[in-house]
């Protein structure tokens, strides 16, 4: 219907052929009129009929030339109108075909979790590390209770993330073919959050997790579905945030992660902190060792020198003697050792002053 409409802008219309018609037929009724009043008037008739004939056919050539240059134009417009069609209805079958596959409830459900890993991942948050995807707890009941995401908290805490939302009636309302369908459509999806946020209260997340999370978050894999339900009922946020439920779309729910992986790079410090505490007390007392040890290698070395000099003292008090006695009486040729010096230095105490 569009393309029909579109054509018919495109060609003149009817008063606009109309005119040039009554234009034409007003030059050649003006032109015979001249040549029958010029034929009366005898022979300077042909002088005064050819300058008004070929203006004529000047005439119809430029509009032969106008008229071929706007078929052409048209036909190139037509086409690109044509690929333009064609394109259009591409998009519906694919946007068709996307929202049926929405509407099944397993390819909805994984659509949803590989929202919210991508999410994760875009916050820096590492897999199997300080969230969890998909884990299933026992409630006091006996119940099995399975939150999508679990986000560890430093100090032992825990954020519950929960993604398990109904998205039928906003795709009802994509595909409502008037305003009041669609209202009536976003109306029951507001509803159907609601809904979902009093079930997740009621699963009580907070009761099953020790230490007891704060709040658990409703997540929500568009900022579109948030703002539809908000624009039915305003006070949505603060329903659920009275029933410890935070709603959270993906740029929220990254400024969240990013707060918590803030925080736990804060515990990291804090370690390390404490460990660089305990390393450069263990250096200390290592070092105290070692200088004790010298000490003790200090006080051996100062007994040796001693002994050393007590040797030598020995050597030239009473052993060279008797030898010069020897060598005086003809016992020998050999050339007398030299005399022993004795060590005059003393080990360095650690602990004196430079």
């Not at 048209?74 to 596959?101: D, K, N, P």
């Not at 929202?115 to 969230?131: I, N």
């Not at 515990?267 to 450069?280: D, K, M, P």
Request: overall charge positive; proline content about 4%; aromatic content about 8%.
């Amino acid at each position: 219907m569009g393309r029909a409409i579109a054509f018919r802008r495109l060609h003149p219309g009817p008063s606009f052929v109309f005119l040039v018609l009554s234009f034409a037929v007003g030059v050649l009724l003006g032109a015979l009129l001249v040549f029958l009043i010029l034929r009366r008037r005898g022979d300077s008739a042909d002088g005064a009929i050819r300058p008004l004939t070929e203006s004529l056919s000047r005439f119809d050539a430029a509009m032969r030339s106008m008229e071929a240059a706007r078929e052409r134009a048209f036909g190139g417009i037509e086409q690109q109108l044509l690929h333009v069609s064609q394109g259009t209805a591409q998009l519906q079958r694919e946007t068709g075909a996307l929202v049926t596959a929405l509407r099944t409830p397993h390819v909805r459900g994984r659509w949803g979790e590989m929202t919210l890993r991508r999410v994760a991942e875009l916050a820096g948050m590492v897999d199997r590390c300080d969230f969890y995807e998909q884990g299933t707890f026992s409630a006091e009941d006996g119940a099995r209770i399975r939150p999508d995401m679990l986000v560890r908290l430093p100090g032992g805490r825990s954020v519950v993330v929960d993604s398990k939302v109904a998205l039928t009636a906003y795709l009802d309302a994509l595909s409502a073919g008037d305003e009041a369908g669609r209202r009536a459509h976003m109306v029951r999806h507001s509803r159907q959050i609601s809904k979902h946020v009093e079930q997740l209260s009621d699963k009580s997340y907070w009761a099953q997790f020790q230490p007891a999370p704060e709040f658990v978050i409703l997540f929500l894999p568009g900022d579109q579905f948030l703002s539809a339900a908000l624009e039915f009922n305003d006070r949505l946020l603060e329903e659920a945030i009275e029933r410890r439920i935070l709603l959270a779309t993906p740029s929220t729910l990254i400024a969240i992660l990013k707060g918590v992986g803030f925080g736990w790079r804060q515990e990291l410090v804090a370690e390390n902190t404490e460990e660089f505490r305990r390393l450069a007390r263990e250096l200390f007392e290592r070092a105290s060792g070692f200088v004790e040890h010298l000490r003790a290698t200090g006080r051996t070395l100062e007994k040796t020198v001693e002994a050393y000099n007590r040797a030598v003292g020995s050597i030239d008090t009473r052993l060279m003697p008797t030898l010069r006695k020897f060598k005086e009486m003809g016992a020998t040729a050999a050339v007398e050792p030299a005399a022993l010096t004795p060590v005059d230095r003393v080990p360095r105490d650690p602990d004196a002053s430079t």
